[in-house]
């Protein structure tokens, strides 16, 4: 049989004893907000601490600051090679690091921000100028390359393109 040790966790919390404790350490309403400096980034960092404010180099030196700065050991599980910061720019939208590919940009970003905790700036959308066919018998639309069926092809037109709903046949 084998005997599992379970460990206690000890928060450093202090929990207000009553009411009228909790009352006293609450800010009053308009009391003003403190605001965070954005660093702004450079091409080599996109690591950046929250909590200290710093654009860190590296992945792997980004991790080492969570651990001996923070006393937080980051799940790096997914991560195959610490080592290797992923790029950013790749074309295919892999990640060197994981060894994973991702099927487009929003995605590969999203991967980089919530696994390897880059900062990133947001990307822009190529917005088209074209306009799609509001009469397309088959509710397609061509320039998002989607179907639609009747209802959700004119609410899509509208949210989409902007494209005024009285311009469509019923």
């Known amino acids: 049989m084998t005997v599992v040790k379970q460990e206690e966790t ?9 009411i009228m404790d909790l009352q006293a350490n609450q800010q009053p309403e308009n009391a003003p907000i403190k605001e965070t ?3 702004p980034m450079n091409k080599d960092n996109y690591f ?5 404010n710093i654009n860190i180099k590296g992945c792997k030196e980004y991790y080492d600051h969570l651990r001996s700065e ?13 080592d290797i910061q992923p ?7 892999y990640c060197r690091s994981c060894e994973k590919s991702h099927p487009d940009k929003p995605i590969y970003y999203t ?3 919530r696994i390897h905790h880059m900062l990133l700036q947001p990307f822009k959308t190529k917005k088209s ?11 397609y639309c061509t320039v998002c390359k989607k179907g639609f069926v009747k209802s959700t092809f004119k ?16």
Do not use: G
């Not at 950046?48 to 200290?52: D, T, V």
């Not at 923070?70 to 610490?82: A, G, L, T």
């Not at 790029?87 to 939208?93: A, G, L, S, V």
């Not at 100028?129 to 397309?136: E, I, M, Q, R, S």
């Open 37 to 39: 400096k954005v660093i």
């Open 10 to 18: 000890v928060l450093d919390l202090k929990i207000p004893a009553n």
């Open 129 to 139: 100028k074209a306009l799609p066919d509001p009469n397309n018998p088959d509710f």
């Open 48 to 52: 950046y601490c929250r909590r200290c």
């Open 87 to 93: 790029d950013i720019d790749d074309p295919n939208f």
């Open 70 to 82: 923070h006393h937080i050991k980051p799940n790096i599980s997914r991560v195959r090679h610490v």
């Open 155 to 170: 609410r899509h037109l509208f949210l989409t393109h902007k494209m005024n709903l009285y311009d469509i046949k019923k």
């Open 111 to 113: 991967h980089l921000k």
